[in-house]
T-cell receptor
Framework: DTEVTQTPKHLVMGMTNKKSLKCEQHMGHRAMYWYKQKAKKPPELMFVYSYEKLSINESVPSRFSPECPNSSLLNLHLHALQPEDSALYLC??????????FGEGSRLTVL | TQLLEQSPQFLSIQEGENLTVYCNSSSVFSSLQWYRQEPGEGPVLLVTVVTGGEVKKLKRLTFQFGDARKDSSLHITAAQPGDTGLYLCAGAGYSTLTFGKGTMLLVSP
């Protein structure tokens, strides 16, 4: 299994909603990442988890709350988002060899 | 902060043409990776280059890593419409990658 699976693929939410994005990998990678990507731009790092502990938070607003329940799962909880938060949210995992394995992303639209 | 400059930012060519994408930095990276991202998908790793001066070939794609490990290039021979996508270079640090701004390639039939 060499996949990173993200759900949902598409999400539309209002500014008062609470929703979550989910990410799962079974490759035994101990580093997992959340990236945000706007159209035709490179991915921007949001959070890094290493061995289920948050190791990097790139000054992300608190309306984004990551969670790593175990070594295979990574969640991103969303609350009170703004329209400018609409983007493709990418999850990735990373083995010791250094390359990133990305999921297909969750396309988020905030109305 | 390590920065990666990628050029060109956008390239529109006809099928069969050759092209080169450049990735430059003032910093030294332990390795450099190239990804391709198609619309609606996540980036997919194409290659990792590690050794200064290294050249790797992947079918019609040729990747070079500069001798000083600060720059890299991607050359595509006889581009095809299936090569269309966003090409990203990324320099590897201890726990993160630094991405270039990407090159959007459009290959028309």
């Amino acid at each position: 299994d060499t996949e990173v699976t993200q759900t949902p693929k598409h999400l539309v939410m209002g500014m008062t909603n609470k929703k979550s994005l989910k990410c799962e990998q079974h490759m035994g990678h101990r580093a997992m990442y959340w990236y945000k990507q706007k159209a035709k731009k490179p991915p921007e790092l949001m959070f890094v988890y290493s061995y289920e502990k948050l190791s990097i938070n790139e000054s992300v607003p608190s309306r984004f709350s990551p969670e790593c329940p175990n070594s295979s799962l990574l969640n991103l909880h969303l609350h009170a988002l703004q329209p400018e938060d609409s983007a493709l949210y990418l999850c990735a995992s990373r083995p010791n060899t250094g390359e990133l394995f990305f999921g297909e992303g969750s396309r988020l639209t905030v109305l | 902060t390590q920065l990666l400059e990628q050029s060109p930012q956008f390239l529109s060519i006809q099928e069969g043409e050759n092209l080169t994408v450049y990735c430059n930095s003032s910093s030294v990276f332990s390795s450099l990776q190239w990804y391709r991202q198609e619309p609606g998908e996540g980036p997919v790793l194409l290659v990792t280059v590690v050794t200064g001066g290294e050249v790797k070939k992947l079918k019609r794609l040729t990747f070079q890593f500069g001798d000083a490990r600060k720059d890299s290039s991607l050359h595509i021979t006889a581009a095809q419409p299936g090569d269309t996508g966003l090409y990203l270079c990324a320099g590897a640090g201890y726990s993160t990658l630094t991405f270039g701004k990407g090159t959007m390639l459009l290959v028309s039939p």
